[in-house]
């Protein structure tokens, strides 16, 4: 996702499951591809380096499992700071959130 009124949509549908890491929001979409938006603030990671990490470790992440999003818009809302020695525990979580928003579809 690319635009503020795809971002927008997401957040006004108010659905979300929340880990440590990340916070997982979304919006069904019947039929249509899955579509992915980040949102990593400089609370988080105020570095520019640490930011550009974590949407790496989250596009890698759906590009990997594409099939748990599908038909849904997804957001994923970076919530604490991720080091690349925990980079397991940032794909477990994510993993599991993407379940949870399977099972609940």
């Known amino acids: 996702m690319t635009k503020t009124d795809e971002y927008s949509s997401v ?9 440590q890491y990340f916070q997982l929001l979304y919006r069904p979409v019947p039929g249509g591809l899955p579509r992915l938006g980040i949102v990593v603030s400089k609370k988080v990671a105020k570095a520019a380096h640490d930011r550009n990490y974590a949407k790496r470790v989250c596009r890698e992440f759906f590009r990997l499992h594409r099939a748990l999003f599908a038909g ?6 970076v919530q604490a700071r991720l080091l690349p020695s925990q980079s397991d525990l940032f794909r477990q979580e994510l993993f599991s959130l993407s379940r949870r928003l399977r099972v609940s579809s």
């Not at 849904?72 to 809302?77: E, F, G, P, S, Y």
Request: charge should be positive; charged fraction near 35%.
């Open 11 to 19: 957040f006004g549908f108010r659905r979300s499951f929340r880990g």
């Open 72 to 77: 849904h818009d997804v957001v994923i809302r």
